[in-house]
């Protein structure tokens, strides 16, 4: 097996740079890890680097998965043998959000532990060398780069779990909010639709991009763009009836914001829907 290069770990190291940009703790995490890792004078510079990759795993889990976020989700359960959040429940808690369980694992196909264990390991690896002893000196180049290479592509690769676990919601909740989308368009009077005509009828929607935009402990939030079709009538029933009215049909654009319950994701409330259609077309 080829050792790890120096140009693998920079690539991994932009990897999770680039999955938390703006996190300024970070980069000055990772900018003293490599550079112990590249200090080839100092007898210690492996134990140096499992301290900072620990600490940044740390950081990583905190940032992400904050105590009182993990404690509401609904599948949270103290632990019986610390008073805190563990780790296993913040990288769950970082995959999943508030999403049930039984969501998570028959919907979007994961299983949030699975994900995270590999990153725990590693992280679990690092114990020992954190820890300067006669016998736990890391100083050897390939062993520090392996550490160093192993943690960062974990991270990367939780976080990219993370992301397509995000993406197969859209697909397990496409038929709730379809079904939403369309009661909530039939309850309320669309102003911009109501406007268009003497009676404005809903006929169907279509839609073509479903976003998630917030994801947290109990709330789970979405952005829809589509189309609806409507059925516009100008005059009364009896004047369509006899000649003096006419119908006609036409689709608009839409973008709608649903608010949900991340616990309870399939259940969406018709009446926690915006919308907005964009019939500027019709006045072309």
């Not at 709730?176 to 404005?200: C, G, R």
């Not at 935009?213 to 952005?223: G, P, S």
């Amino acid at each position: 097996m080829a050792a790890t290069s120096w140009t693998e770990i920079d690539d991994a190291r932009r990897a999770v740079l680039s999955a938390m940009p703006s996190d300024k703790f970070l980069k000055t995490i990772l900018k003293g890890v490599m550079r112990a890792a590249r200090d080839k004078k100092n007898p210690i510079r492996g134990n140096l680097v499992a301290s900072g990759l620990r600490e940044l795993v740390t950081h990583v889990l905190h940032t992400l998965a904050p105590d009182d976020e993990v404690r509401r989700c609904v599948w949270f359960v103290q632990a019986k043998d610390t008073k805190t959040v563990t780790r296993v429940q913040r990288a769950r808690y970082i995959v999943q959000a508030g999403l049930p369980d039984a969501f998570v694992k028959d919907k979007l196909k994961r299983e949030a532990a699975k994900l995270a264990k590999p990153l725990l390991k590693a992280m679990d690896g690092l114990h020992k060398a954190t820890h300067v002893r006669a016998d736990t000196v890391v100083h050897q180049g390939s062993e520090v780069r392996e550490m160093l290479y192993d943690v960062l592509v974990e991270i990367s690769a939780l976080l990219e779990d993370t992301e397509a676990a995000r993406e197969r919601i859209n697909d397990a909740v496409a038929g709730a909010l379809h079904n939403a989308v369309f009661e909530s368009m039939i309850l309320d009077t669309i102003q911009e639709l109501d406007e268009l005509s003497t009676h404005t009828r809903v006929e169907h929607h279509r839609m073509e991009t479903i976003k998630v935009k917030r994801l947290d402990a109990e709330h789970i939030d979405f952005v829809v763009t589509g189309e609806v079709k409507v059925k516009l009538q100008y005059g009364s029933d009896s004047d369509v009836a006899n000649d003096i009215g006419m119908c006609s049909s036409d689709s608009y654009p839409y973008r709608a914001r649903v608010s949900g319950e991340a616990g309870n994701p399939l259940e969406i409330d018709p009446n926690a829907i915006r919308l907005k259609v964009d019939t500027s077309s019709f006045y072309e």
